[in-house]
């Protein structure tokens, strides 16, 4: 993290997919400024390898498994949350993404269906479950973790992915429409390619390369490259920023 300091003490933070990835750094970027982070995943062994690495640098953190497309599953994770902390103050809908690159023509149901399910209802029953808590403490932040595929096609992408992202991009601008005057925001983040494990694992050395050279600011993403504008959306200072998407990525919209 860089010099400028964050204080969420006394605040807890839900973050979905956060065994590994952005929503893995992110958790610990709550936790070590302050709050109380809790790690939704399906990817129990990380999870709580992630949850127990901050808990020994001194943060607060508990890993609760959670499949964020199952209303069940998802009732469950925030109602021990409330039991246990009795309040939400920012809720990141991080989890996401898909496993196969293929043409529309070429996409079988069964992966448009699961893709779309994963990238945009788990926002939509996440928020579902936070809302009424930041409505009755007339505070509260949401932000969702869209994609530049969402907004702009320069490359190949998963037309459920894409689709999916554009429409984490429209829910954000209806939710804070519908929130703000609950002193809720809600915001997105785009981000371009970033080099978490799962990228990192998906392509060669070289096309991560070329990605990086051919980005304005010649590198691709990291994962604290995501965390810095997070945590402001999460912020007091925020309070003014809602129904916004904020596309991290080098430069490369611009060009
Ligand atoms: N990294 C990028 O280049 C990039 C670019 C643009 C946008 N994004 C977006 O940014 C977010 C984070 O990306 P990332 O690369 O850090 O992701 P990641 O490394 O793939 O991690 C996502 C985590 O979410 C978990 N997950 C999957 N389905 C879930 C479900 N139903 N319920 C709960 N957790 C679930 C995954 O578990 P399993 O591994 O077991 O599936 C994994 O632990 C995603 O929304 C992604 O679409 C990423």
């Not at 490359?155 to 703000?180: D, I, N, Q």
Request: glycine share 10%.
């Amino acid at each position: 993290m860089g010099n400028t300091k964050f204080n969420f003490s006394g605040q807890v933070a839900i973050i979905t997919g956060a065994s590994v990835g952005i929503g893995k750094g992110l958790s610990e970027a709550f936790a070590e400024a302050g709050a109380h982070s809790y790690l939704l995943d399906i990817d129990d062994e990380k999870g709580g390898e992630a949850a127990e690495a901050i808990r020994a640098k001194g943060g607060r953190a508990d890993y609760i498994h959670c499949d964020i497309t199952s209303s069940p599953s998802v009732k469950e994770a925030f109602d021990r949350i409330l039991a246990e902390d009795g309040r939400i103050d920012v809720l990141v809908n991080n989890a996401g993404g898909f496993s196969m690159q293929l043409a529309t023509v070429d996409t079988p149901e069964d992966e448009w269906d699961q893709v779309i399910t994963r990238n945009l209802k788990g926002v939509y029953l996440c928020s579902k479950a936070a809302i009424p808590t930041f409505k009755s403490q007339k505070s509260g932040r949401i932000i969702n973790f869209g994609s530049v595929a969402g907004l702009a096609t320069q490359v190949p992408s998963s037309p459920p992915y894409a689709a999916a992202k554009a429409g984490v991009h429209a829910m954000t601008r209806v939710l804070s429409f519908e929130l703000a005057r609950d002193g809720i925001t809600v915001n997105a983040i785009a981000p371009g390619t970033t080099a978490t494990e799962r990228v990192v694992k998906l392509r060669s050395p070289e096309q991560m390369k070329k990605i990086g050279e051919n980005s304005p600011v010649g590198r691709i993403g990291e994962v604290e490259d995501m965390i810095g504008c997070t945590l402001f959306l999460a912020s007091d200072e925020a309070s003014y920023l809602t129904g916004q998407t904020v596309s991290i990525n080098g430069g490369r919209l611009a060009v």
